[in-house]
T-cell receptor, first 112, second 114 residues
Framework: SQQGEEDPQALSIQEGENATMNCSYKTSINNLQWYRQNSGRGLVHLIL?????REKHSGRLRVTLDTSKKSSSLLITASRAADTASYFC????????????FGSGTRLLVRP | DGGITQSPKYLFRKEGQNVTLSCEQN?????MYWYRQDPGQGLRLIYY???????QKGDIAEGYSVSREKKESFPLTVTSAQKNPTAFYLC?????????????FGPGTRLTVL
């Protein structure tokens, strides 16, 4: 069962531009996380935002969370070719904070 | 050097064979997970374990089996009952119950059925 769904499925931008990815989910959550996956590799945790937070920053990453709309966005500013990867949102639930449900991901291509 | 290791990186199986994928972690995490990823798709949970000697089925457990005899190890067996086992398999761990669910992933095993 898919809890989080990312939009768009694929995104191609020029180096230096900003990239925005969106995630929607269905049930109440404790927190929402964003992960990155380079082709053929494992996932790397980027940022976690709790349900009582609205915005969080980490370096060039900015995450927002709107629990009323059950949605989140990940903004990567001043993108670099090395940001090329797939990005996944993952949500837990009010009933099992340790078990995550991943969306289908956004494939980001940053052209040099 | 802390982390999660998976082996082998690539695995080829003939139809009808069982194969076991290894996952080891030295992060002292209580919880461990197995996911399956198909091309262009997200991760689907196969099995998870919150504590040694205990594990639960995820969303797609049919045709798979696991054991958790040691805290640091969570091997996954892909049995002949799994109809379409060709996929990328990812193991992860987290602090477990009481933690925030942040998961650390291994590098994955790509399984191909010949």
């Amino acid at each position: 069962s898919q809890q989080g769904e990312e939009d768009p499925q694929a995104l191609s931008i020029q180096e230096g531009e900003n990239a925005t990815m969106n995630c929607s989910y269905k049930t109440s959550i404790n927190n929402l996380q964003w992960y990155r996956q380079n082709s053929g590799r494992g996932l790397v945790h980027l940022i976690l935002i709790r349900s009582n937070e609205r915005e969080k920053h980490s370096g060039r990453l900015r995450v927002t969370l709107d629990t009323s709309k059950k949605s989140s966005s990940l903004l990567i500013t001043a993108s670099r070719a090395a940001d090329t990867a797939s990005y996944f949102c993952a949500t837990d639930s009010k009933y099992s904070s340790y078990k995550l449900i991943f969306g289908s991901g956004t494939r980001l291509l940053v052209r040099p | 050097d802390g982390g999660i290791t998976q082996s082998p990186k690539y695995l080829f199986r003939k139809e009808g064979q069982n194969v076991t994928l290894s996952c080891e972690q030295n992060l002292n995490h209580d919880a461990m997970y197995w996911y399956r990823q198909d091309p262009g798709q997200g991760l689907r949970l196969i099995y998870y374990s919150q504590i040694v000697n205990d594990f639960q089925k995820g969303d797609i457990a049919e045709g798979y089996s696991v054991s958790r005899e040691k805290k640091e190890s969570f091997p996954l067996t892909v049995t002949s009952a799994q109809k379409n086992p060709t996929a990328f398999y990812l193991c992860a761990s987290s602090m477990g119950a009481g933690g925030v669910g942040l998961q650390f992933f291994g590098p994955g095993t790509r399984l191909t059925v010949l």
